[in-house]
T-cell receptor, first 114, second 109 residues
Framework: DGGITQSPKYLFRKEGQNVTLSCEQN?????MYWYRQDPGQGLRLIYY???????QKGDIAEGYSVSREKKESFPLTVTSAQKNPTAFYLC?????????????FGQGTRLTVV | AQRVTQPEKLLSVFKGAPVELKCNYS??????LFWYVQYSRQRLQLLLR??SRESIKGFTADLNKGETSFHLKKPFAQEEDSAMYYC???????????FGKGTMLLVSP
């Protein structure tokens, strides 16, 4: 079954802890993105990666870190430096091609700080 | 910089009424514009792209470069159209995909 998978679906974190959200795709896409979805804020770009071993900060990268060691995987770490981490996080695998550009989204991870 | 603006957070209409979800963009080059939809408990997914000039589920959207708009329209709304709709833009080199804040469409019987 091809697609993009995020895990876990729900995640609880104590204040001061780092947590890592998983994102895996088997679509053979070079580009992978992390977005944060908050009510009334839409989708805000955290980090993105166009190719293995390379990634770029998005609009709200502070308090987050990523790695891209494999084409299939783009994990996001929410660090203790992120002041308001409770949110819904969406990972996307993106086909970037003129006339065919399309983002394929995971089902999301809801992170709650307790 | 590229920016997408969706001025309405919520649009509420009755079944059978026409629907127009507004989207304006800011980009200096030639963008690709998209509409994505998120139905309740489902993944965010592509609805349509301007370059295809197609109608999906009765929805159409025309890119107006003069007004920098890409409004989504449907002549007769259905209850199953109720969802969150996001306008998105891909810019030069297709380096990033920027989304608007979204509009919740509620279609009442």
């Amino acid at each position: 079954d091809g697609g993009i998978t995020q895990s876990p679906k729900y995640l609880f974190r104590k204040e001061g802890q780092n947590v890592t959200l998983s994102c895996e795709q088997n679509l053979n896409h070079d580009a992978m993105y992390w977005y944060r979805q908050d009510p009334g804020q839409g989708l805000r770009l955290i980090y993105y990666s166009q190719i293995v071993n390379d990634f770029q900060k998005g609009d709200i990268a502070e308090g987050y870190s990523v790695s891209r060691e494999k084409k299939e995987s783009f994990p996001l770490t929410v660090t203790s430096a992120q002041k308001n981490p409770t949110a819904f996080y969406l990972c996307a695998s993106i086909l970037l091609q003129s006339g065919r550009t399309e983002a394929f989204f995971g089902q999301g991870t809801r992170l709650t700080v307790v | 910089a590229q920016r997408v603006t969706q001025p309405e957070k919520l649009l509420s209409v009755f079944k059978g009424a026409p629907v127009e979800l507004k989207c304006n963009y800011s980009y200096s080059g030639s963008p690709e514009l998209f509409w994505y939809v998120q139905y309740s408990r489902q993944r965010l997914q592509l609805l349509l792209r301007h370059i295809s000039r197609e109608s999906i589920k009765g929805f159409t959207a025309d890119l107006n470069k003069g007004e920098t708009s890409f409004h989504l329209k449907k002549p007769f709304a259905q209850e199953e159209d109720s969802a969150m709709y996001y306008c998105a833009l891909s810019g030069l080199g297709y380096s990033t995909l920027t989304f608007g804040k979204g509009t919740m469409l509620l279609v009442s019987p």
